[in-house]
């Protein structure tokens, strides 16, 4: 897988949009249900296709039988392909019984192959078993007449290319076959009733071949100049990033996780010895915050003192000032009785 990838990555550039030479043509809007639609008498309803496939499938729903309603838009049918004479071709050249026992089944049978293009302008050559013929992609890959006929397919669409432009370069207008299964066929892969759809095989053209096409040559394939779904980027992209991505990594990838680990690791080292000091530098904050406690128990227990002290001090000066009024009034006695004797002495 993850070789898979890289050769995409190398070899397949990315494809940038291209302006078209020719005008594509550009059929109506077909009815989606052509079987079971009774409104075709209507002129303004939409086209009903000529090419319907009516059988009935066991495989598409899980509600019952019903008909496969697969139908062909007349305007982008580009050619058609008898089954029968590449049948015949391949027993002339095979010897497997088994394989000729699948093919006798069809032989009978004027079974075709029928090439159309699609709705969108794109570079795409769908190949269909035509009605009534009915396959699921899974049966029709088994077939080695299907094989046979892309091949054929691809080979004559060269030669028809040189043959119009008169060049003998070895361009293969087919760049690749895709055929799709399951989700990959319908977006809404969770509904049963969409996976087996009716069998078709998408080539893949060139830029150079869709640019040779006009009204002359291929004239249903003209104009369709924009790049069809890339499947193979489609298919790499999805085992990069949903199988790969987190399962496998190369040896560089590896030393750089290896690295971001260790550079993680040393980081976290880091914050736990800044930790480890913070809750040190916090223990001695504590503990200051303990001594700070001490001391204001010691300036509670002075102050205590101290009002004590002023307490006493205040009883002591009311002492003191009652002491000072006695002595106030005995020396106010004294004066007195000193003036008295002074009145008495002078009298005599």
């Known amino acids: 897988a993850r070789s898979y990838i890289t050769k995409y990555r190398s070899f397949i550039p990315e494809q940038l949009p291209h302006e078209s030479l020719q005008q594509p043509i550009k059929g109506p809007q077909y ?26 499938t066991t495989t598409q729903r899980d509600d019952g039988n019903y008909e496969c309603g697969q139908y062909i838009m007349d305007e982008y049918i580009v050619m058609q ?47 269909f078993p035509k009605p009534p013929l009915h396959l699921t992609n899974r049966q029709l890959v088994q077939l080695p007449f299907f094989w046979a006929t892309a091949i054929l397919t691809s080979k004559m669409l060269h030669h028809q290319l040189q043959q119009k432009t008169l060049s003998e370069q070895k ?21 049963k009733r969409l996976i087996d759809c009716h069998a078709h095989a998408h080539l893949l053209l060139n830029l150079t071949f869709i640019n040779a096409c006009d009204n002359t040559f291929f004239s249903a394939l003209k ?14 992209r999805l085992l990069h990033f949903d199988r790969l991505h987190n399962h496998e ?11 971001r680990l260790t550079n993680v690791e040393n980081a976290l080292q880091g914050v736990k010895t800044n930790l480890k000091g913070v809750k040190t530098d916090f223990q001695g904050v504590k503990t ?21 002290n002023v307490t006493n001090l205040t009883t002591n000066v009311e002492g003191l000032t009652n002491g000072m009024k006695d002595m106030e009034s005995l020396l106010n006695k004294v004066y007195d009785l000193l003036t008295n004797n002074s009145v008495t002495q002078v009298s005599k």
């Open 288 to 308: 200051d915050f303990q001594g700070v406690n001490t001391d204001l128990e010691d300036v509670k227990t002075n102050l205590q003192g101290l009002k004590d």
């Open 223 to 236: 104009g369709r100049v924009d790049e069809p779904p890339n499947y193979l980027k489609q298919n790499a």
């Open 81 to 127: 392909w008898p089954i029968k004479p590449i049948i015949e071709l391949f027993e002339k050249q095979t010897s497997n019984s088994s394989q000729l026992e699948i093919q006798k089944d069809y032989l009978a049978q004027e079974f075709h192959f029928i090439f159309t293009a699609k709705n969108e302008t794109v570079r795409d050559l769908v190949l």
């Open 31 to 56: 009815c989606e249900y052509p079987l079971s639609c009774r409104k075709d008498r209507f002129p303004d309803h939409s086209k009903h296709a000529t090419i319907v496939c009516d059988v009935i």
């Open 171 to 191: 361009i293969w207008p087919v760049e690749a076959i895709a055929i799709n299964f399951g989700q990959w066929e319908t977006a809404g892969f969770y509904d």
């Open 249 to 259: 990594f190369n040896s560089q990838q590896m030393d750089d996780f290896s690295n």
